[in-house]
């Protein structure tokens, strides 16, 4: 398959790359940063405040933000492998994350076929890929 099939209309091949590569930055230096700032908050007494639960708070959901954009620039380094390699690592994610979303392995099926369905993606190597 023509790797270049997966390259969004008006962008080039070295587009996609540096797009990858800022977000693969941004997504590891958020995550660290967020959780030096964690640390902190929770090793310095001094630093236990109310208005510093606050920054914690926002460090911790920051965090979350800063995997998803390590998860999707890892994922468009991957694009020329499959369609939906983002949504299926993501989607892997969540069923690992958290496995209460999902009570029985029906849920699982019923919410495999509906990414499946949404993103259009071919369904056989899709519903495969996803644990």
């Known amino acids: 398959m ?20 800022c977000l693969l930055v941004e997504g590891l230096l958020g995550f660290f940063m967020n959780a030096v700032t964690m640390i902190a908050f929770l090793t310095i007494r001094d630093v236990r405040t109310p208005s510093n639960f606050l920054v914690f708070s926002l460090a911790l959901a920051d965090m979350g933000i800063s995997t998803n954009a390590t998860i999707a620039a890892f994922s468009s380094f991957l694009r020329a492998d499959e369609k939906c390699n983002a949504f299926i690592l993501q989607y892997s994610l969540i069923f690992e994350l958290q496995p209460s979303q999902f009570p029985s392995e029906q849920a699982k099926v019923a919410f495999r076929m509906y990414v499946v369905h949404t993103m259009q993606c071919d369904s056989t190597s899709s519903l495969s890929m996803l644990p």
């Open 2 to 21: 023509d790797p270049s099939s997966h390259v969004p209309e008006g962008f080039s091949e070295l587009d996609v790359f540096a797009l990858g590569s």
